[in-house]
Nanobody, 113 residues
Framework: QVQVVESGGGLVQPGESLRLSCTAS????????MEWHRQAPAPGKERELV?????NYADSVKGRFAIIKDNAKNTVYLQMNNLKPEDTAVYYC?????????WGQGTQVTVSS
């Protein structure tokens, strides 16, 4: 079993920065990857991939967001710069193995003036 815990969300103003953290613990075995997804509050809005460790980013965040991995801590960070109101969402961390998916509980990011 793997536990995934996110932290670092909050309320920020447009143009500001925020760093999210995600730590996996428990039965950690390679190979695995970790990703950041988000789900906006709009009705019908589906969860979308924001950033993965293969340097794949959603078009809407390219040049503003960066995913950073700390192997020693089984932790990934999502550095978010120049935040926009449309970045408002619950951000989820996904720990992915060839057979299983483990989601964190999510952390709220709100960008508003």
């Amino acid at each position: 079993q793997v536990q995934v815990v996110e932290s670092g969300g909050g309320l920020v103003q447009p143009g500001e920065s925020l760093r999210l953290s995600c730590t996996a613990s428990g039965s950690i075995f390679s190979p695995y990857t970790m990703e950041w997804h988000r789900q906006a509050p709009a009705p019908g809005k589906e969860r979308e991939l924001v950033a993965g460790l293969n340097a794949n980013y959603a078009d809407s965040v390219k040049g503003r967001f960066a995913i950073i991995k700390d192997n020693a801590k089984n932790t990934v960070y999502l550095q978010m710069n120049n935040l926009k109101p449309e970045d408002t969402a619950v951000y989820y961390c996904l720990y992915r193995t060839p057979r299983f998916l483990y989601w964190g509980q999510g952390t709220q990011v709100t960008v508003s003036s």
